[in-house]
């Protein structure tokens, strides 16, 4: 089966808020999720559907079939938002492609100097591998 990439729709907030929330326990200090309260608001299905419709941020999803496989999200066309992938989908290059597409069409619309993230340390090598730099200390925050 072929994965497809596409823009995403309103209608697929609630699978990327779905696909995030199974990173949870990686991204959280305490598995209970106290302290990470603003975090778990802001991938809700709610959260997610008012990034898709404002045009400050462009989400492409890659679809394997009707699962919703990986998902990236720029901000202001150049701050790496989201990307995950299942983890049935990694190391297919999914995310690989995800990062391609994006950084294509953002660059497509104007010169962009720099594009950031901020990155779990468990996905610092992916990162490091699309040519992102480690420029600041370990810190958590919501």
Known sequence: ???EFRPARSNDASAISALIGR????????PD???AE????AISE????GYISDPGYMFIVACH????AGVIALRDRSHLFHLFV???HQRCGIATRLWELARAAALAKGKIAVFTVNSTLSAL??????GFLRTGPVTEAH
């Open 1 to 3: 089966m072929k994965t």
């Open 23 to 30: 990173f949870t326990p990686d991204v959280v200090v305490n």
């Open 33 to 35: 999720g106290s302290g």
């Open 38 to 41: 603003e975090y778990l608001e």
């Open 46 to 49: 709610s959260a997610e559907a």
């Open 65 to 68: 079939g009707p699962d919703l």
């Open 86 to 88: 299942a983890p049935e």
């Open 125 to 130: 090598p992916v990162y490091e591998r699309f």
